[in-house]
């Protein structure tokens, strides 16, 4: 049952995608980020299940997206329905969207109530590796120190790896380090969701995602990781003391490293993400005469299956959109 429901709730991705791609290049990221969001809310709520987001665009009276809270699914009187907690963005990377640059995705995750933890709105410092480094770093280490240990779970030189890194003043000095160390840097303009994927994914040519990024992306990179047997290791990163109270007010201790499995903590955990743009991982949204082409990633954790779908979408004529 696990298997088809993820295939459900992986459509949402793909219907996001193609909607975002017909966005892409246009040089507008919140016309990208509308589209996505309109066609995914469309979809979730003609499947049979109970969803609530808690992790999305932001409070509902911040963010006309899908917000905080939300309530998505086909409503269905006296029926006993999955119940499952929602992280969503439906467009990552919107900045290369809306230039037609690489590594958009949509995204999605879902585990039973209580399995995502409710990440605030701020920053998150993190290290992510694939299952052969996986118990060999230390978020609180020097960057050569674990740049070695990653090396030697892949048997390969330092040189040959491949960090991904957000190009942002605040990872400057980790930027002169890792380099420093001889290891390559992978700059991305925003969306750091897609860098700690591949870095737990093999043969993506990526080793390591480090740095401060957003804390509810982090979240969702979490349950990919999870699936996926790598480790991640994130703290909190608040900028002012407002941040360290709401921090505090959701359960977060701006002093702890988390895991993993503390930010992704569910047993029936479901990552899905599509391609909007061509990346590392996934390739973008491919369209021709009468339909479209999608790439996606569809994980779950109870049945532990990985898969890499490629999906054909025959265009509805009449109507100019995509059949849901």
Do not use: C
Request: cysteine-free; glycine content about 10%; proline content about 2%.
């Amino acid at each position: 049952m696990e298997d088809t429901f993820a295939l459900k709730l992986a459509h949402a991705t793909e219907v996001g995608a193609m909607a975002a791609a017909r966005m892409s290049g246009r040089g507008d990221k919140n016309l990208a980020d509308q589209a996505a969001v309109e066609a995914m809310r469309q979809y979730l709520n003609t499947v049979d299940f109970a969803g609530r987001v808690v992790i999305g665009e932001g409070e509902r009276d911040q963010a006309p997206m899908l917000y905080i809270g939300e309530e998505l699914g086909l409503k269905q009187s006296g029926k006993q329905q999955q119940v499952l907690d929602i992280a969503v963005d439906p467009l990552e990377n919107t900045n290369a969207t809306a230039a037609g640059l690489w590594n958009a995705i949509s995204v999605l995750t879902a585990a039973e109530k209580g399995g995502l933890f409710h990440a605030p709105d701020m920053y998150m410092e993190k290290l992510v590796v694939g299952k052969e480094a996986a118990g060999k770093v230390d978020l609180d280490a020097p960057v050569e120190t674990n740049l070695r240990a990653i090396a030697r779970g892949l048997d390969r030189k330092v040189a040959d790896l491949v960090v991904v890194a957000l190009d942002r003043d605040r990872n400057e000095q980790l930027i002169k380090d890792i380099r420093k160390a001889e290891a390559r840097v992978k700059l991305i303009l925003d969306g750091d969701l897609s860098g700690g994927i591949a870095a737990a994914v093999q043969g993506t040519g990526v080793h390591a995602l480090m740095g401060i990024g957003a804390a509810p992306e982090g979240v969702m990179t979490a349950a990919a990781v999870k699936i996926l047997g790598g480790e991640m290791q994130a703290r909190f990163w608040p900028k002012d003391k407002a941040e360290i109270s709401r921090l505090r007010q959701m359960g977060g201790d701006e002093k702890r490293v988390y895991r993993e499995k503390d930010l992704a903590s569910g047993k029936m955990l479901i990552f899905a993400a599509t391609g909007v743009t061509d990346g590392d991982l996934l390739k973008g949204v491919r369209f021709f005469g009468g339909g479209a082409r999608t790439h996606s990633l569809v994980m779950s954790y109870q049945t532990q299956k990985i898969r890499f779908i490629d999906t054909t979408h025959i265009l509805n004529a009449s109507e100019m959109t995509f059949r849901l």
